[in-house]
Each structure stands twice: as structure tokens, then as C-alpha cells.
């Protein structure tokens, strides 16, 4: 993400495979954990916590086609910054700014080694809380 408020211009890829050039304020990528933060207040979908997948969400996509896009969590995502006068752009990991990238740069993110295992209180269950965090169903019924 751009701290000035400039549309970045940047490429990414999967896998090594060419996906996209992107024209924006930036992209987010997410575990599905992650998907209901940031990447949902973007037009990202909503993923169940389970499911081993990443997302990689555009932040305000100058172009109506330029859409979310779901991968697998053992994928090598890469984004590269290019070139625009005065062009550099902020890495942020929720919410901390990490450092800076300036085009050319490339930017590799991938699932960690690591796995931890969130704890629940009993009855807990997902979808009721997906539906008082989001509001859905309000002025009809509901179980």
C-alpha cells in the first residue's frame, strides 16, 4: 500500500505463473483466518477457518474486472512493484508497517511451517458468530 494516496502499479504471480498487473491502492494477501478482517472490508470472500487456501484481495482496483482470487496455502505468492514516478509502497503485516518496497522489488509471501490450533469455547459456532458480526439476518427470523 501507497502512504501518499498514489495508485500503485504492480505484478503478481503464483506458483511462478503470471496472474495479473495490477493498477491500485494495493493488494492484501490473507489466510483464511484473515479473510473476514481487512481482506472482507475490500470485497474479498469470507473462507471458513479450516480450509488450507490464501487470498489475495486488490485494494481499491482501478479496474472493475480486477477481482479476489483463492489459492492454495502451499502457494508462493509474489508481488512485484513497477515503475511509476515516485513510486515506493508499504509492507504492512496486520497493521505494522514492515518496511518499504520500491519498484523493482519483489515481494514473496507463503503459508508458514508452523500451524496453531485456535481454542473455542464450547458451543461455538462459526456461522452464528459470522451472523451477529455481520449483521446478517436482522428483521427476520433467526435460530
Known amino acids: 500500500k501507497h502512504a501518499t494516496g498514489r495508485m500503485l502499479d504492480f505484478e503478481t504471480k503464483v506458483d511462478g505463473d503470471y496472474v495479473n498487473t495490477h493498477a491500485g491502492d ?3 494477501v490473507a489466510s483464511a483466518t484473515g479473510s473476514t478482517a481487512y481482506a472482507l472490508s475490500c470485497g474479498g470472500p469470507i473462507i471458513e477457518p479450516h480450509l488450507d487456501v490464501l487470498v489475495m484481495t486488490p485494494i481499491c482496483p482501478h479496474t472493475l474486472s480486477d477481482r479476489p482470487i483463492v489459492v492454495s496455502a502451499r502457494s508462493l505468492i509474489e508481488v512485484a512493484l513497477l515503475e511509476r514516478p515516485d ?6 503485516c496486520d497493521g505494522i508497517v514492515l518496511g518499504e518496497i520500491a519498484p523493482g522489488d519483489r515481494l ?3 503459508s508458514a511451517a508452523e500451524r496453531i490450533t485456535l481454542l473455542h469455547p464450547d458451543g461455538h459456532d462459526y456461522y452464528r458468530l459470522l451472523r451477529s458480526k455481520l449483521h446478517w439476518g436482522r428483521g427476520s427470523f433467526e435460530r
Open 87 to 92: 513510486t515506493y509502497a508499504q509492507v504492512a
Open 108 to 110: 514473496q509471501v507463503k
Open 26 to 28: 494495493g493488494i492484501i
